[in-house]
Protein backbone atom coordinates (compact mmCIF):
# COMPACT_ATOMS: atom_id res chain seq x y z
CA UNK A 1 0.00 0.00 0.00
CA UNK A 2 1.42 3.41 -1.07
CA UNK A 3 1.10 6.19 1.18
CA UNK A 4 -1.47 9.43 -0.21
CA UNK A 5 1.57 11.52 0.04
CA UNK A 6 0.43 14.34 2.91
CA UNK A 7 2.27 14.89 5.99
CA UNK A 8 1.78 11.83 8.49
CA UNK A 9 -0.54 12.68 11.42
CA UNK A 10 0.36 12.26 15.10
CA UNK A 11 -2.07 10.12 17.00
CA UNK A 12 -1.00 12.42 20.49
CA UNK A 13 -2.45 15.70 18.10
CA UNK A 14 -5.90 13.59 17.54
CA UNK A 15 -9.04 13.80 20.33
CA UNK A 16 -8.82 10.90 23.06
CA UNK A 17 -12.02 10.05 21.93
CA UNK A 18 -11.00 9.43 18.18
CA UNK A 19 -8.71 6.93 18.92
CA UNK A 20 -8.73 3.16 20.30
CA UNK A 21 -4.96 1.93 21.12
CA UNK A 22 -7.08 -1.18 22.33
CA UNK A 23 -4.69 -3.18 24.26
CA UNK A 24 -0.88 -2.72 24.86
CA UNK A 25 0.59 -4.53 21.82
CA UNK A 26 2.29 -7.66 23.62
CA UNK A 27 -1.34 -8.65 25.08
CA UNK A 28 -3.04 -7.95 21.49
CA UNK A 29 -4.87 -11.29 20.25
CA UNK A 30 -4.31 -12.03 16.57
CA UNK A 31 -5.73 -9.64 14.09
CA UNK A 32 -6.75 -6.81 17.05
CA UNK A 33 -5.70 -3.27 15.48
CA UNK A 34 -5.29 0.14 16.47
CA UNK A 35 -8.90 2.14 15.63
CA UNK A 36 -8.59 5.71 14.63
CA UNK A 37 -11.67 8.32 13.00
CA UNK A 38 -10.78 9.56 9.62
CA UNK A 39 -10.02 12.93 9.77
CA UNK A 40 -11.03 13.16 5.99
CA UNK A 41 -14.72 11.71 6.53
CA UNK A 42 -15.30 11.15 9.98
CA UNK A 43 -14.95 7.07 9.83
CA UNK A 44 -13.75 4.48 12.44
CA UNK A 45 -11.17 2.48 10.70
CA UNK A 46 -8.23 0.55 11.63
CA UNK A 47 -4.67 0.82 11.20
CA UNK A 48 -2.05 -1.26 9.44
CA UNK A 49 1.83 -0.58 9.27
CA UNK A 50 1.18 3.03 10.55
CA UNK A 51 -1.25 3.60 7.66
CA UNK A 52 -5.20 4.08 7.52
CA UNK A 53 -6.33 1.25 5.78
CA UNK A 54 -7.76 2.31 2.53
CA UNK A 55 -12.13 2.83 2.97
CA UNK A 56 -14.63 4.67 0.76
CA UNK A 57 -16.81 7.37 1.46
CA UNK A 58 -20.56 6.41 2.37
CA UNK A 59 -23.16 8.02 0.48
CA UNK A 60 -25.71 7.46 3.18
CA UNK A 61 -27.09 9.48 5.04
CA UNK A 62 -26.81 9.00 9.18
CA UNK A 63 -30.52 8.63 9.15
CA UNK A 64 -30.60 5.73 6.76
CA UNK A 65 -27.43 4.14 7.89
CA UNK A 66 -30.12 4.02 11.35
CA UNK A 67 -33.08 2.83 9.52
CA UNK A 68 -31.21 0.47 7.71
CA UNK A 69 -29.88 -0.74 11.20
CA UNK A 70 -32.97 -1.12 13.18
CA UNK A 71 -34.73 -2.88 9.69
CA UNK A 72 -37.01 -0.09 8.71
CA UNK A 73 -36.29 0.58 5.11
CA UNK A 74 -33.81 -1.51 3.15
CA UNK A 75 -30.54 0.31 2.02
CA UNK A 76 -30.82 1.70 -1.87
CA UNK A 77 -28.73 -0.64 -4.35
CA UNK A 78 -25.05 1.74 -4.56
CA UNK A 79 -22.51 -0.38 -5.26
CA UNK A 80 -18.97 -0.52 -3.77
CA UNK A 81 -16.81 0.23 -6.62
CA UNK A 82 -19.09 3.18 -7.43
CA UNK A 83 -18.69 4.91 -4.30
CA UNK A 84 -15.16 7.33 -4.07
CA UNK A 85 -12.07 6.12 -2.03
CA UNK A 86 -11.84 8.49 0.64
CA UNK A 87 -8.43 11.03 0.38
CA UNK A 88 -7.77 10.34 3.89
CA UNK A 89 -7.19 6.44 3.17
CA UNK A 90 -3.27 5.03 3.34
CA UNK A 91 -2.75 8.34 5.42
CA UNK A 92 0.65 7.63 7.66
CA UNK A 93 0.14 7.57 11.28
CA UNK A 94 2.69 8.24 13.74
CA UNK A 95 1.82 6.32 17.53
CA UNK A 96 3.51 8.34 19.44
CA UNK A 97 0.86 7.68 22.23
CA UNK A 98 1.76 4.72 24.65
CA UNK A 99 -1.24 2.47 25.73
CA UNK A 100 -0.65 3.60 29.37
CA UNK A 101 -0.67 7.00 28.85
CA UNK A 102 -3.42 7.35 26.36
CA UNK A 103 -5.31 5.13 29.14
CA UNK A 104 -4.65 7.51 31.97
CA UNK A 105 -5.37 10.28 30.00
CA UNK A 106 -8.98 8.91 29.04
CA UNK A 107 -9.95 8.29 32.38
CA UNK A 108 -8.99 12.17 33.73
CA UNK A 109 -11.52 13.34 30.67
CA UNK A 110 -13.92 10.80 31.93
CA UNK A 111 -13.65 11.59 35.98
CA UNK A 112 -13.51 15.41 34.74
CA UNK A 113 -16.83 15.15 32.68
CA UNK A 114 -18.62 13.32 35.77
CA UNK A 115 -17.60 16.07 37.84
CA UNK A 116 -19.55 18.23 35.37
CA UNK A 117 -23.43 19.05 36.46
CA UNK A 118 -26.17 20.72 34.69
CA UNK A 119 -27.24 24.02 35.79
CA UNK A 120 -30.20 23.61 37.95
CA UNK A 121 -33.41 24.35 36.37
CA UNK A 122 -36.09 26.52 38.57
CA UNK A 123 -39.55 25.08 36.89
CA UNK A 124 -41.45 28.08 37.51
CA UNK A 125 -45.50 27.49 37.30
CA UNK A 126 -47.41 28.28 34.13
CA UNK A 127 -49.63 31.46 34.03
CA UNK A 128 -53.18 30.89 33.54
CA UNK A 129 -54.59 31.10 29.95
CA UNK A 130 -56.40 34.77 30.06
CA UNK A 131 -59.72 34.53 28.63
CA UNK A 132 -61.12 35.56 24.94
CA UNK A 133 -61.92 38.94 24.39
CA UNK A 134 -65.58 37.81 23.39
CA UNK A 135 -65.91 36.30 26.77
CA UNK A 136 -64.38 39.17 28.93
CA UNK A 137 -67.24 41.43 27.03
CA UNK A 138 -69.83 39.11 27.92
CA UNK A 139 -68.82 38.82 31.35
CA UNK A 140 -68.56 42.33 31.72
CA UNK A 141 -72.11 42.88 30.07
CA UNK A 142 -73.15 39.76 32.74
CA UNK A 143 -71.88 42.25 35.79
CA UNK A 144 -73.35 45.32 34.58
CA UNK A 145 -76.81 43.58 34.58
CA UNK A 146 -76.07 41.91 38.07
CA UNK A 147 -74.89 45.56 39.25
CA UNK A 148 -77.92 47.20 37.84
CA UNK A 149 -80.44 44.23 39.34
CA UNK A 150 -78.99 44.50 42.99
CA UNK A 151 -79.67 48.23 42.59
CA UNK A 152 -83.53 47.86 41.77
CA UNK A 153 -83.94 45.44 44.76
CA UNK A 154 -82.50 47.69 46.68
CA UNK A 155 -84.92 50.56 45.25
CA UNK A 156 -87.72 48.61 45.86
CA UNK A 157 -87.31 47.34 49.24
CA UNK A 158 -86.41 50.64 50.68
CA UNK A 159 -89.19 52.92 49.29
CA UNK A 160 -87.86 56.61 49.70
CA UNK A 161 -90.38 58.47 51.89
CA UNK A 162 -92.61 61.16 50.63
CA UNK A 163 -92.72 64.63 51.71
CA UNK A 164 -95.47 66.77 50.34
Keep these: MKHNGRFPIAISSLP ?29 VSLKRHMVLPHRIS ?10 ATGRRPVPAARWHRQERCPGSAQ ?4 DLAYETWREQLAEGIADASTRRGARTMVKPTPAVPPS ?8 RDRELAARAARAALIVACPRSETV
Excluded: Q
Excluded at 92 to 95: A, D, E, L, P, Y
Excluded at 133 to 140: C, E, I, S, V
Design 59 to 68: RYTDKEIRDF
Design 133 to 140: LTHMAAAR
Design 92 to 95: RVIT
Design 16 to 44: LNHVNLRRPESERADGERTVIVCPDCGTW
